[in-house]
T-cell receptor, first 113, second 118 residues
């Protein structure tokens, strides 16, 4: 069975400093991995996805994530946080070709001026 | 493109009543729609998957008679919470995808509906 574990429920950073949101996955198969962002009163938005191509995945808004099979990790990073990045972030796994997305418990990112 | 809306955005109802939540794909045709439930400070849990014109497939533990899902057209799915009780209070989120399109399996999410049952 597939699962994801988001290691931090809350992360606080200052504007302009790097962001690291951690995610570990468990999957019997070659996983597809995603990061979604949820802003208040808006639908979840796909930031980036990994589907067995390049291990370093670049997404929207300057975010990127690196798939590390040896560490079963898919951490999300951004070099410089912006106030608008404050939101809830979800790490998600799905098995290739299946319908189901399995969500982590989310990490709330706060960005201080 | 790929916008999904939900209506209402929030609803308060009395225990024992039924509530209908709509999910619409505004600029694409959704061959499949999904319904999720999100408890406070918790993850999204898939409740059911519906394909246009077919019966919904419910996840284990989800009462199909309580959470009625209809996907009658390629742009609309509805979730009806029947005989709602306070424990049904939650944030309900739908998503939609068009498997025939270039973005295939990608799901596009609605903004969610906050249900409070008194």
């Amino acid at each position: 069975a597939q699962s994801v574990t988001q290691l931090d429920s809350h992360v606080s950073v200052s504007e302009g400093t790097p962001v690291l949101l951690r995610c570990n996955y468990s999957s019997s198969y070659s996983p597809s991995l995603f990061w979604y962002v949820q802003h208040p009163n808006k639908g979840l938005q796909l930031l980036l996805k990994y589907t067995s191509a390049a291990t370093l995945v670049k997404g929207i808004n300057g975010f990127e994530a690196e798939f590390k099979k040896s560490e079963t990790s898919f951490h999300l990073t951004k070099p410089s946080a912006h106030m608008s990045d404050a939101a809830e972030y979800f790490c998600v796994v799905s098995s290739l070709g299946t319908d189901k997305l399995i969500f982590g418990t989310g990490t709330r990112l706060q960005v201080f001026p | 493109g790929a916008v999904v809306s939900q209506h209402p955005s929030w609803v308060i109802c009395k225990s024992g009543t039924s509530v209908k939540i709509e999910c619409r794909s505004l600029d694409f045709q959704a061959t499949t729609m999904f319904w999720y439930r999100q408890f406070p400070k918790q993850s999204l849990m898939l409740m059911a998957t519906s394909n246009e014109g077919s019966k919904a497939t419910y996840e284990q533990g989800v009462e199909k008679d309580k959470f009625l899902i209809n996907h009658a057209s390629l742009t609309l799915s509805t979730l009806t919470v029947t005989s709602a009780h306070p424990e049904d209070s939650s944030f309900y989120i739908c998503s939609a995808r068009d498997i025939r399109g270039a973005r295939g399996y990608e799901q596009f999410f609605g903004p969610g509906t906050r249900l409070t049952v008194l």
